[in-house]
């Protein structure tokens, strides 16, 4: 497939790293308009890249989307077809993918003004879900996430255009500092790592279990957080974190008695639609990149049903 939108942050077509300077907003929207949170953790997210928005949903709540995610892992048969990834080793169930197109409790989360109204503020513009998941990091056996920016795998394997995206992680659990929490690098949204080596076929198998393709090299890693640090947030179920797309984040294995569980949504801006990869032959599946999306993220209010 012919690309023909710019390719500013070319990754994966050198034999050397490279740093980039971020050429997009962090905050896209318009002076004077009311955020519809407070106006402190806007600025913080476009300082530091992510933020912690605490008892966004109830007990209630989040024991209905832990129900509901416990039986997406306890009978992935009822699943679609390759939207469960194991753990590599143990076989423990570590993502289920596209959730919000596989249940209602799910999709009635997407539209929650609770979060699209934020991603409508931040980017800007409707907005579409570009991906979903379950997050599973079981007690005693879940393991790493090495350090990445999501937005160099949405360019590279999905052509996602611009950093015009961001993350929005709600906790199903408490989470616990020695139980391999989300780890981010402050500031480090403002630097595009390009990456060294080619996108090999059907990377998206193996990358989901572990990821060697588009990750930072430890130079550039080392000098991010020797310039940010690391902030590793430990929010308690009902919370949630949202993560510009560029972000660099990680998070150690899990071998604790804590399970870690959280539901994942990535808010794209309609505007940013996905075109061809810029650093792939082929485009990732559509349970994992959301390409048939007929139009923006509907309201809440204009949709049935509530998650009670």
Not at 202 to 224: M, V
């Amino acid at each position: 497939m012919q690309q023909v939108h710019e390719d500013r942050y070319t990754t994966r077509l050198s034999t050397r790293p490279e740093q980039i300077a971020r050429r997009d907003s962090v905050v896209h929207a318009k002076g004077g308009t009311n955020p519809p949170i407070d106006p402190s953790l806007v600025r913080d997210f476009e300082r530091d890249g992510f933020i912690v928005l605490e008892d966004v949903f109830s007990p209630k709540e989040v024991a209905r989307m832990r129900g509901t995610a416990n039986e997406m892992r306890d009978y992935p048969d009822s699943l679609a077809d390759e939207t469960v990834i194991s753990e590599r080793d143990s076989g423990a169930v570590r993502s289920v993918f596209a959730i919000h197109r596989q249940t209602s409790d799910f999709d009635v989360v997407a539209r929650d003004p609770r979060l699209a109204d934020v991603a409508r503020y931040i980017l800007d513009d409707e907005v579409y879900i570009h991906q979903s998941r379950l997050n599973y990091k079981p007690a005693f056996k879940g393991k790493e996430f090495y350090w990445h920016s999501d937005f160099e795998t949405w360019h590279a394997e999905d052509g996602m255009p611009d950093m015009r995206a961001l993350s929005m992680s709600v906790m199903l659990t408490d989470n616990h500092p020695q139980a391999g929490p989300v780890m981010f690098v402050p500031g480090s949204h403002e630097t595009f790592i390009s990456c060294v080596g080619e996108t090999p076929e059907d990377n998206y198998k193996s990358s989901l279990k572990r990821q060697e393709t588009g990750i930072p090299d430890a130079d550039s890693i080392a000098q991010l957080v020797d310039e940010g640090g690391i902030v590793a947030p430990a929010p308690k179920a009902g919370s949630v974190v949202i993560f510009d797309c560029n972000t660099l984040h990680a998070s150690n294995g899990n071998i604790t008695p804590f399970e870690r569980m959280n539901a994942f949504f990535v808010f794209n801006a309609w505007s940013n639609r996905l075109k061809a990869p810029f650093a792939a032959n082929s485009e990732r599946p559509e349970h994992i990149a959301h390409r048939r999306v007929e139009a923006p993220l509907a309201p809440l209010s204009k949709v049935t049903g509530r998650l009670s």
